[in-house]
């Protein structure tokens, strides 16, 4: 759910080493591809692919993953668990999802703590199966 990529050139301009950027919208591909180029940060790698494909097929492990899929689909949920699942996050990785605020992801064995900005909620998961 990279969008634009805002996020993504967000962390990489704060140091981040490496980035896995994906969407599935073409336009919003290039515009990463082809910003990220112009702005010299090459440790933006950006997929094209349906998100829940990614992760369902995904084999590495991430120190972060932030999710900011579109608040009105229904799989929001299934964000945590095909990270946990799948064991995508490194020793002390942390998952976090932006979701609208009425919708509670709490329930998950790896929430750890939500904050609330509005209509808009950060949920927050870590890796504690180490």
Do not use: W
Not at 2 to 10: A, F, H, M, P, V
Not at 69 to 83: C, E, F, N, Q, T
């Amino acid at each position: 759910f990279s969008g634009t990529g805002n996020i993504s050139l967000e962390f990489a301009s704060r140091g981040a080493r490496q980035l896995t950027s994906v969407d599935l919208n073409f336009g919003c591909v290039n515009y990463l591809k082809n910003t990220a180029k112009d702005c010299h940060m090459h440790q933006i790698k950006v997929v094209k692919n349906d998100v829940f494909k990614f992760l369902s097929l995904e084999t590495e492990q991430y120190d972060l993953i932030f999710a900011d899929p579109p608040y009105d689909i229904s799989r929001i949920p299934d964000i945590a668990r095909l990270v946990f699942d799948r064991n995508l996050l490194s020793e002390n990785g942390m998952l976090i999802i932006e979701h609208q605020s009425m919708q509670n992801l709490g329930n998950h064995a790896n929430f750890t703590e939500k904050r609330k900005y509005g209509y808009s909620t950060f949920s927050f998961f870590e890796n504690k199966n180490i």
